[in-house]
């Protein structure tokens, strides 16, 4: 930590792996798998501990993921995106090698698939259960049994089965509301899968996966797969929804402090846009901040505090405002931890991780 | 263009030269001196337009772009963010090869670098104008004077004059507002300078720089550099001020059309947080926006449409929201360019551009 002397994503390797092993010990004993989304660390490294804890398939978010990944030996993934049509060749170039599985929404993309797979291939059906961002309203009963008929009849398409996101849940207010949104998600695809059943489709899987969902349910009756991502990390966020606790936020960015203003009661950190992103979170529904100061001792980081907020952001600066008595005792180039709003973007801007014990872990570079 | 597949960040570089040469222009035969601030292309290539263009000195906002930039020759770099005390093995080790000059706005910064710089070094004194991110408020004249003697009378310390960012010209509802920003900024500094050479300091130079009051203002008096960045590439913030107009912006995000959904008149791309970064843009202040579509042509793109906008980012999709007429020829598979809120922060979120004419330009990689 004291050799730090630029902005650094600390992480925090025992709270990611015992995050992780929560998550697994949900479904352990169950027919439920995991299959988690590995868009949020973007580390082969990470991705091991998740081997180390049973896991054997994975979710990403884009064919680059999926061939950085393929590269350190995972066999079986899900590009959880709809399919990009102009991406055909890539696809076809990585399906000779793994198990690469893909999600349509309409004919067009299936018509496209059919013709121009080169391999045999699981497709999902991607579902709207009331996010609202991809997918086939959940209540669409017959468009969806006349796609899975379609996906069924082509010589190279497998139906797999209905899939969905139901990120309406981070826009809740608490972890009961959170629950209601799962299970009435879950509910939904449930019941379309008893409709493509009873339709004549042979079978039909279910599958779904949100961090604040999976991580406030215990059990999945009903439910395939999950493929939650961010729970290896979680964040300010996940926080704010009470769906994880401060202890289980398992990164941070370090960063030196270059300006200090007791009367604005403001002090300035190199850690801008380019490192934090411009994810902003209203706390108590009134300010937005970009991050939380957190005391750190070399065991780890504690409870953030409210009143030491990352109030602004510009592409290299931080303002970060604090109470008299924090900001008596801050020294000019000394170093603050912030956690931050969604751990996602802002792993996504750095280029590796530090970990407490000062072991670097690389990441995927280019996207 | 068309053998794109995934999305790509698409420099129009005619435009950005143009950009480069109508700043190079202003101050052309005057005694003011335009120094660049790279922190926006991040890019050796790109740097060497400026070249072209007469440019010798320029402006960076990390030590990582400072060591990038001289690598390519650049031998006159000021790093304007108030220094980071951390970094003074890293500052002393490249400023043995080029004048790396520096900032700072309080006296524990200015002892520590009298202590270890082990060079002469150029230092000016970071004045907050009213933008209050760093600096001195401009009216504390007792304290700067102070901060300039301290630096004049430490032996490795050279006082090069008073430099301030009007960051608050982002703020204003138009042009004229952002010149009464500008013009205000310049005569705080010049009635300080007044000050401080009645105070018995031999000489002080005056630095000014932000994008909105550098492109309004055609002559500069009383100021002796200007330190622009944006103005290479523009983008919809600069726009909304009126101080660039649409055939200026030089970049977009080229990215493919991944789901349509008439109903809701949205349609999908694979562009997101991970791409056009979070920053939003209120437009006619209601709805906030992350970029907005333009049609292209293979000379490039045309005038942004403020009915067809990125309305959600999650971290690989966007929703765009789109006229039915316009929604009707939009077909899966099909490419969209979509102009960014924030050019710095989408930039930086890419390892390269791809220019109009499919050539590849290199970016700064690790940061």
């Not at 061939?67 to 102009?86: C, H, K």
């Not at 629950?179 to 059943?197: C, G, N, W």
């Not at 009143?307 to 600066?317: K, R």
Request: charged share 20%; with cysteine.
């Amino acid at each position: 930590m004291n050799m730090i002397t630029a902005p650094t994503l600390l992480l925090d390797a025992d709270r990611a792996r015992r995050n992780i092993h929560r998550m697994a010990a949900k479904i352990q004993g169950t027919p439920v798998s995991l299959r988690p989304h590995f868009k949020t660390h973007q580390s082969q490294q990470v991705g091991r501990w998740f081997r180390d804890a049973g896991v054997q398939a994975i979710t990403v978010s884009s064919m680059a993921m999926a061939e950085y990944f393929a590269a350190d030996g995972w066999t079986d993934i899900t590009l959880a995106v709809p399919v990009n049509l102009r991406e055909i060749d890539r696809i076809n170039r990585l399906a000779r090698k793994i198990k690469l599985n893909l999600l349509v929404d309409s004919k067009a993309a299936v018509d496209k698939l059919a013709d121009h797979l080169d391999q045999p291939t699981d497709i999902w059906i991607k579902i709207d259960v009331g996010y609202h961002r991809c997918g086939i309203m959940w209540y669409k009963t017959e468009q969806v049994v006349d796609l899975a008929d379609q996906i069924t009849n082509a010589e190279k398409l497998n139906f797999i089965g209905i899939l969905t996101h139901a990120g309406h849940t981070y826009h809740q207010p608490g972890p009961e509301e959170v629950q209601r949104i799962h299970d009435e998600a879950v509910l939904r695809l449930i019941d379309l899968k008893k409709d493509l059943l009873d339709s004549g489709i042979e079978s039909c899987a279910v599958s779904i996966g949100d961090t604040p969902g999976c991580s406030v349910s215990d059990k999945f009756p009903g439910v395939d797969e999950i493929r939650p991502g961010n729970f290896v990390f979680y964040d300010l966020m996940q926080l704010r929804l009470g769906v994880c606790n401060p202890q289980e936020v398992a990164v941070g960015v370090v960063c030196p402090v270059i300006g200090i203003y007791p009367k604005r009661g403001e002090i300035i950190v190199h850690c801008g846009a380019v490192h934090l992103s411009k994810e902003g979170l209203k706390l108590n529904n009134t300010t937005t901040v970009f991050g939380l100061l957190v005391p750190v001792t070399d065991e780890g980081w504690g409870i953030p505090d409210q009143s030491a907020a990352v109030i602004s952001l510009s592409q290299e600066h931080g303002i970060v405002r604090l109470p008299a008595e924090m900001i008596n005792k801050v020294e000019l180039g000394s170093l603050v931890t912030i956690l931050p709003v969604h751990s996602c973007l802002t792993a996504n801007l750095f280029d590796k991780y530090q970990t407490l014990d000062g072991k670097m872990i690389s990441k995927m570079q280019s996207k």
